[in-house]
């Protein structure tokens, strides 16, 4: 099940990225509301969600070619 | 164009996220055009969201495990947002006559017109602003907000200090009533309960004894002193808000 997988994904996650997740991804906050409810720099939160969907996606599609790090940039627009 | 800053990987996020700005938003969308390999990647974190949402929605009100016990705070928090906030402004748009501790009983007096329209607009800006997720408050800082309404209102501002009776000071704004310019202060407590203070000249009952007030199941204990009337407003029982009430009343007067 496609679910499935994703929840077993998704406990492979480390508690900080589950959390940013579910608040961001399935509760709408904002990441100003979770940099607040969880008192970390906003920084902090898109670092910790960018990581955490990266890591689910190589988990789900069994990529290994892992994307860039939070805050590096992807490159100039042309 | 090339005056835009780089693409970076948090933009790709906030882009699924919907916390760019407008112009923001179109570049990422234009960069994706020519990366298709990256359009790729967003596009399966879009449907991760997606999916992670259609898993876990449906159990979001279901006790959850205690690994997560921080987001059952929050959600709490949400919950206590998106539900009871929602709930108690609808519950006075609608001016139902329900009563919780407040309403028929010896609290419920009508009050005076002065006080009277005070404590309803107090309640209508309640009503408005408490609710609010994205700005219930225009202005955080206390020193800042009491400057700016001295300016607007001419006369001297102090913001009461609830943190005793456990209610954080949340910030406030200048809001319209009937009778002119008003400052509306707002404090929660450790569960994001909202109370409102809402203060304003009065141009009658300049001098009024502290009485409570509810509309609905929003209860209140309004006030006035020297010319300036003050309403507290909350869905609080009386017995827990008139003892807040009594010591921002102690503290204003202090001033």
Same mark, same amino acid.
């Given at each position: 099940m496609r679910h499935r997988d994703l929840v077993r994904a998704f406990d492979s996650l480390s508690q900080e990225q589950r959390t940013v997740l579910l608040l961001i991804?399935? %509760? %709408?906050?904002s990441y100003a509301e979770v940099a607040s409810a969880l008192n970390v720099p906003i920084g902090t939160v898109m670092s910790r969600l960018a990581r955490g969907r990266e890591k689910l996606r190589c988990v789900m599609e069994g990529d290994t070619d892992v994307g860039p790090?939070?805050?590096?940039?992807?490159g100039r627009i042309e | 164009m090339t005056t835009h800053r780089p693409i970076i990987e948090d933009d790709l996020h906030a882009y699924i996220d919907g916390e760019l700005d407008i112009e923001r938003q179109a570049a990422v969308a234009e960069y994706l055009k020519g990366h298709p390999e990256v359009a790729r990647r967003v596009d399966c974190y879009r449907r991760q969201r997606n999916a992670l949402r259609e898993v876990f929605a449906p159990i979001a009100k279901e006790p959850l495990p205690p690994a997560l016990n921080l987001v059952r705070i929050v959600e709490k928090r949400r919950g206590l947002r998106a539900v009871r906030w929602q709930a108690v402004a609808a519950a006075f748009l609608l001016a139902?006559?329900?009563? @919780?501790?407040?309403?028929?009983? *010896?609290?419920f007096r009508p009050l005076p017109a002065g006080i009277g329209a005070l404590a309803r607009e107090a309640t209508e800006n309640y009503a408005v602003y @408490?609710?609010?997720? /994205?700005?219930? /408050? *225009?202005?955080?800082e206390a020193e800042v907000l009491a400057r700016w309404a001295e300016r607007r209102l001419s006369r001297p501002i102090s913001v009461p200090d609830l943190s005793a009776s456990g209610y954080r000071f949340m910030g406030g704004r200048l809001v319209a009533t009937p009778h002119g310019a008003a400052v509306l202060f707002m404090y929660d407590d450790a569960e994001g309960t909202r109370i409102v203070l809402l203060s304003r000249t009065m141009g009658v009952d300049r001098d009024a004894r502290m009485a409570p007030h509810a509309y609905g199941i929003l209860g209140g204990f309004a006030w006035a002193d020297k010319g300036i009337g003050y309403s507290l407003v909350g869905p609080v029982p009386p017995r827990v808000l008139e003892p807040i009430a009594t010591a921002a009343r102690k503290q204003l007067d202090g001033t």
């Amino acid at each position: 099940m496609r679910h499935r997988d994703l929840v077993r994904a998704f406990d492979s996650l480390s508690q900080e990225q589950r959390t940013v997740l579910l608040l961001i991804s399935v %509760e %709408e906050f904002s990441y100003a509301e979770v940099a607040s409810a969880l008192n970390v720099p906003i920084g902090t939160v898109m670092s910790r969600l960018a990581r955490g969907r990266e890591k689910l996606r190589c988990v789900m599609e069994g990529d290994t070619d892992v994307g860039p790090s939070p805050g590096q940039p992807l490159g100039r627009i042309e | 164009m090339t005056t835009h800053r780089p693409i970076i990987e948090d933009d790709l996020h906030a882009y699924i996220d919907g916390e760019l700005d407008i112009e923001r938003q179109a570049a990422v969308a234009e960069y994706l055009k020519g990366h298709p390999e990256v359009a790729r990647r967003v596009d399966c974190y879009r449907r991760q969201r997606n999916a992670l949402r259609e898993v876990f929605a449906p159990i979001a009100k279901e006790p959850l495990p205690p690994a997560l016990n921080l987001v059952r705070i929050v959600e709490k928090r949400r919950g206590l947002r998106a539900v009871r906030w929602q709930a108690v402004a609808a519950a006075f748009l609608l001016a139902v006559g329900m009563v @919780a501790g407040w309403g028929l009983s *010896e609290n419920f007096r009508p009050l005076p017109a002065g006080i009277g329209a005070l404590a309803r607009e107090a309640t209508e800006n309640y009503a408005v602003y @408490a609710p609010d997720r /994205v700005r219930p /408050v *225009e202005i955080r800082e206390a020193e800042v907000l009491a400057r700016w309404a001295e300016r607007r209102l001419s006369r001297p501002i102090s913001v009461p200090d609830l943190s005793a009776s456990g209610y954080r000071f949340m910030g406030g704004r200048l809001v319209a009533t009937p009778h002119g310019a008003a400052v509306l202060f707002m404090y929660d407590d450790a569960e994001g309960t909202r109370i409102v203070l809402l203060s304003r000249t009065m141009g009658v009952d300049r001098d009024a004894r502290m009485a409570p007030h509810a509309y609905g199941i929003l209860g209140g204990f309004a006030w006035a002193d020297k010319g300036i009337g003050y309403s507290l407003v909350g869905p609080v029982p009386p017995r827990v808000l008139e003892p807040i009430a009594t010591a921002a009343r102690k503290q204003l007067d202090g001033t």
